[in-house]
Structures are given as structure tokens and as C-alpha cells.
């Protein structure tokens, strides 16, 4: 199967897999099967729909790293988010149905655990049709798949917990479902005017954080509320909510003072708004993004282990992506270099093959090429873009990083390590301004 952004899609392309309603659980729109025609084109564009999956039987071995259960739960998390949000503009406030979120959370975390090949960010959800409800699914998957990479270091991050409980990802994928439902709270001329300069010191801006925990505190539990009143803390102490630690001297959170569901959500948070600049409808490649955490300030603010995670859950260039490399040749991606993203296993495509119903008759798999053994050959374009600028190396140490016991410095170089209880909420009184 290929992966083909909308934009690309042409008549007579035949769907490797069945595209779902992106609003409307269980609700299937296209079948497998079916030969793509220009109308069927444009009103799945018109429905928000981002990526199909196109036939293409020389690599139908791609197929495995595509869940429907995962797509189902992460769709049902932004068709959810969707709603509740419609509700609250509509009647001005009201509860909301914690239950109902935990639910979805549980779901998704099931299909990740079910389907372990399909534990990589592959395509988008799409179709939330509200950036906010888009934005909470993708953080929310995107945390979660984070956090099952990272099992051993919540282990180690939340030491007077069992280990059983510590790499319990429940509570963070209900943190990152609702992290920004502070928001909501906001008047239209402040969410306006962030949207406009994306200024974070814009301290009307900055209050979401602490109406969305006053918000969660009763209703969900503090290791969740917590981590959405810290999810702007930066592992460089520069975030906010600020706390006093001098007379008339107030700072963030820094390191690993700050909780760890709070800088996984931190991460995912920055890199979906890289990704999809807020108040545009403009949608940046994955390396581009990643390529812009790679430097400063982006890079002083997150967990060096955490991003390191995120590079690999949400790979520059994932399996099924179609490619064009600097000598021309067109390639789909087939599999993953975690070392170096940039330079992944592609195999040659059929030129006539990609135009129309002939992708499915695709028979020969194509020249193998890895590009780790090909420092001349770069990828240039990627879903339809010129990516040439972004490619990027990662530091060769970056591999210590994921390993369990060997991070040393390069992560110890901020704020006290380990000592957390995992109450989360230690500093909420010591935060009540938002500054």
C-alpha cells in the first residue's frame, strides 16, 4: 500500500483500505476496493479527510503498520472533542462527561497495545472539524505512543510508584486529551490575539493552564490535572505557571521537577503546533517540524529523552510515505531507520504504475535502496513538498537516550532528579498566578 496525501490522489487509484468517516465513528465513507473518481476525490477533501491508502500489491506488507483499531480510537477521541466543544459554545458552559473521555482513552490505549507494528504516527486523523478537537487527538496519540516507548523511564521518573502502576499510561492520555480545555474559558479577543503573534507571554494567554485544573481537579486524578496545569512548563525552566523562589523572584518549573505526563504532553503539544501553525490552515511536513526542535529555543525546552521518543514515534518520513530522492527516482518508505529518521529503507516505484487504476496491478516490489548506506541520496520531496532543506542528522549519542541506564549528562543537567511522589499537585498553591 502507499500513502497518499488528498492533494495527490488520482482517478482511478484503487483504496487499499477503507476510508472511515472522520466525524462519525464506525461510519465508513469508502470501502476497500473502490476505484477513486473525481468527484469521490473532492468530497472526501471537502470532509476533511487527509491520506488514503492506495493498492499497491508489491507492498502489501505495509498493510500491518495500519490499525483500524487505532485509527477508530483516535478518530473517536477528536470526534469527542469535537462535540463537547460545539456543546459548550452552544449552552455557554456546563459539565462535562469525564466518563465518556476515559473511555476513549482506555479504547485507543487498547488498540496501541493490541497492534504494537502500528505504533508510529502514519497518517493524519483529519476531519475533527474544529483545530482544538484535531489538536487534543493528535496530542493525545502522540503522548501515548510516547509513553508505551518510554515505560522504563517512567519507571524510573516515578520511583514510590510500583513499577506496574508507574508505566500505566492511562492518566496521560486523559492529560493530553484535555490539556488545552482551559481554553474554553478564554474570551474571543484573547484567543484572537494568540492566534495572531502565537505570543506565550501573553498572560491572559497563559491563565488556560490554571482554569483548565481548576476545571479537572475534582473530576479526574491529580498525576491528569496536574499535568494539565504543567504542560508549558520547558525542561530549561523558562515556562509557566511560575512559582516564587526568592522574594520578587519567580521562575517555572525546570527539569525533572516537572512531572513527567506534563513534558511527554509538552513535546507532543509544541510539536503538533510546529506542525499546524495556530490560526492558519497550513499543514507542515513531520522532518520539517522535527527539524525545528532540533534547534534553539525549541531544543532547550523539552526532555532530551522524551524528544528523542517523539523523533521515533513520529517518524520524518513513515512507512507507506511516498518520496521523491535527490537523484529523481520516485520511492515509497518501507522501513524505519530509528538512528538517523532521515534516512530510512525506500524502494523504487513504478513511474506508469502511480498513474491511476495501474497502481493496483503494481506487481514488482522495486529496487531496495538504504539510504543509510547512501550518503549521496537524500529524499528532496515528500507528500507533494520540497523537503531538501529539512533532511537533518541526528548527534550520534542521541541512540544512549532510549536506553535504560545510559543517559548521564545528557539529560541530568537540569533541576533535581527522581524524587517525585507522583501527587502531582505539590506546587498548585504556590502557582495561583499565572505569570
Given at each position: 500500500?502507499?500513502r ?7 482517478p482511478g487509484m484503487?483504496?487499499g483500505l ?9 461510519t465508513?465513507?469508502?470501502r476497500?476496493g473502490?476505484?477513486?473518481?473525481e468527484l469521490?476525490?473532492r468530497?472526501?477533501?471537502e470532509q476533511d ?12 506488507f ?9 485509527e ?10 469535537g462535540?463537547?466543544l460545539?456543546s459548550?459554545s452552544?449552552?455557554?458552559g ?5 466518563a465518556k473521555?476515559a473511555s476513549a482513552v ?5 488498540g496501541l497495545l493490541?497492534?504494537?507494528?502500528a505504533?508510529?504516527?502514519v497518517?493524519?486523523?483529519?476531519g475533527?472539524?474544529d ?11 502522540l503522548s ?6 518510554l ?5 524510573r521518573e516515578?520511583?514510590r510508584?510500583?513499577p506496574?502502576r508507574a508505566?500505566n ?9 484535555l490539556?488545552?480545555i482551559g481554553?474554553i474559558d478564554?474570551d474571543?479577543e ?5 492566534q495572531e503573534t502565537l ?8 491563565r488556560?493552564?490554571?482554569s483548565?485544573?481548576?476545571?479537572l481537579?475534582e473530576?479526574?486524578?491529580?498525576p ?7 504542560h ?10 511560575a512559582r516564587?523562589?526568592?522574594p520578587?523572584?519567580?521562575?517555572g518549573?525546570?527539569?525533572s ?12 503539544d ?6 499546524y501553525p495556530?490560526?492558519t490552515?497550513?499543514r507542515?511536513?513531520?522532518?520539517r517540524?522535527?527539524r525545528r526542535l532540533?534547534?534553539?529555543?525549541y531544543?532547550?525546552?523539552?526532555d532530551?529523552v522524551v524528544l528523542?521518543a ?5 517518524p ?6 511516498m518520496a521523491?530522492l535527490?537523484d529523481?527516482?520516485?520511492?515509497v518508505?518501507?522501513?524505519l531507520n ?7 529503507v ?9 498513474s491511476g487504476?495501474d497502481?493496483?496491478?503494481?506487481e514488482?516490489e522495486g529496487?531496495?535502496?538504504?539510504l ?6 537524500t529524499i528532496?520531496?515528500s507528500d507533494g ?8 542528522t541526528?548527534p ?8 535504560e541506564?545510559a ?7 537540569h533541576g533535581?532528579h527522581?524524587e ?7 506546587t498548585?498553591?504556590e502557582?495561583?498566578e499565572?505569570g
Open positions: 500500500m502507499l497518499v496525501p488528498i492533494e495527490q490522489a488520482q484503487v483504496l477503507g476510508v472511515m468517516h472522520p466525524r462519525r465513528k464506525g465508513t465513507l469508502l476497500s473502490y476505484e477513486l473518481t469521490a476525490i468530497q472526501l477533501g479527510v487527509r491520506d488514503l491508502w492506495i493498492r499497491y500489491p508489491s507492498l502489501a505495509i498493510a500491518r503498520h495500519v490499525s483500524p483499531e487505532v477508530s480510537g483516535r478518530s473517536e477521541v477528536a470526534s469527542l472533542m462535540r463537547a460545539e459548550i452552544r449552552e455557554g456546563g459539565r462535562m462527561d469525564y473521555y482506555s479504547g485507543l490505549v487498547e493490541n497492534s504494537p507494528e505504533n508510529v504516527l497518517q493524519e486523523v483529519g475533527a472539524g483545530a482544538m478537537a484535531r489538536h487534543s487527538s493528535d496530542v493525545t496519540y501515548l505512543l510516547m509513553g508505551l516507548k515505560d522504563w523511564y517512567l519507571v516515578r520511583k510508584m510500583s506496574e508505566k499510561v492511562f492518566n496521560l492520555g486523559v492529560a493530553a486529551m490539556h488545552d481554553m478564554l474571543a484573547t484567543l484572537e490575539r494568540w505570543d506565550e507571554r501573553d498572560t491572559t494567554w497563559r488556560h493552564v490554571l483548565g485544573y481548576e476545571r481537579k473530576e479526574i486524578e491529580a491528569a490535572s496536574a499535568a494539565v496545569l504543567h508549558h512548563q520547558r525542561w530549561d525552566g523558562s515556562g509557566f505557571p516564587e523562589v526568592a520578587g523572584v519567580r521562575e518549573l525546570r527539569g521537577q516537572i512531572h513527567i505526563f506534563a513534558r511527554i504532553i509538552a513535546a507532543a509544541l510539536f503538533d503546533r510546529l506542525r495556530p490560526g490552515t497550513e507542515l511536513p513531520v522532518v517540524a522535527q532540533l534547534e534553539p529555543p531544543c532547550d525546552w523539552i532530551p528523542r517523539l523523533f521515533v514515534v513520529a520524518a518520513f513513515t512507512i507507506g510515505t521523491e535527490s529523481g527516482r520516485k520511492v518508505v518501507t522501513s530509528e538512528s538517523q529518521p532521515c534516512r530510512p525506500v524502494h523504487t516505484l513504478d513511474d506508469e504504475a502511480l487504476a497502481a493496483s496491478a503494481a514488482t529496487e531496495r535502496i538504504d543509510s548506506e547512501h550518503p549521496d541520496l528532496a520531496r513538498e520540497d523537503v531538501s532543506d529539512d533532511v537533518f541526528l550520534g549519542d542521541w541512540d544512549a537516550v532510549l536506553k541506564g543517559i548521564g549528562g545528557l539529560v541530568l543537567h533535581d527522581g517525585h511522589d507522583d501527587r502531582g499537585d505539590e498548585v498553591g502557582l495561583r499565572a
